[in-house]
């Protein structure tokens, strides 16, 4: 069963700025799973989806070394592209098994990823 909500091909070109790679491409978006991969200063992002298998995967390298590694295997439920604010950001929630939390990778005005492992009401 796929994801219940997931971005079009055109916010996705429109987030990362850049094209995709389809591990299918005869099937294409969403059918076959997609990498994006971008740089902002000296950060390089790749992000993994598949809709089908409702996996997220996010990779970034500052200066060229591996900083940050975050995988949510088969358990995606909800993936936006929001662009509240003035900022830019692929949203990633979980289903509610209570497992795993939401993921926000912000791109612009500069990358930063936030595992939301508290509620919004309990942080400072």
Do not use: Q
Not at 41 to 49: A, P, Y
Not at 78 to 84: G, I, K, N, P
Not at 100 to 111: E, G, N
């Amino acid at each position: 069963m796929p994801m219940e909500e997931f971005p079009t091909l055109d916010e996705l070109y429109w987030l990362f700025e850049s094209e995709p790679v389809f591990a299918d491409p005869d099937l294409g978006w969403p059918v076959s799973e997609a990498t994006w991969s971008t740089a902002r200063g000296d950060w390089t992002v790749t992000v993994r989806v598949g809709v089908y298998d409702r996996t997220v995967e996010v990779s970034g390298e500052l200066a060229g070394v591996p900083a940050i590694h975050v995988k949510l295997d088969g358990v995606v439920e909800h993936l936006a592209v929001d662009r509240t604010h003035n900022v830019e950001s692929l949203s990633i929630a979980p289903g509610p098994t209570g497992t795993f939390h939401p993921v926000r990778l912000t791109l612009k005005p500069s990358i930063f990823v936030d595992v939301e492992n508290r509620h919004p009401w309990e942080r400072a």
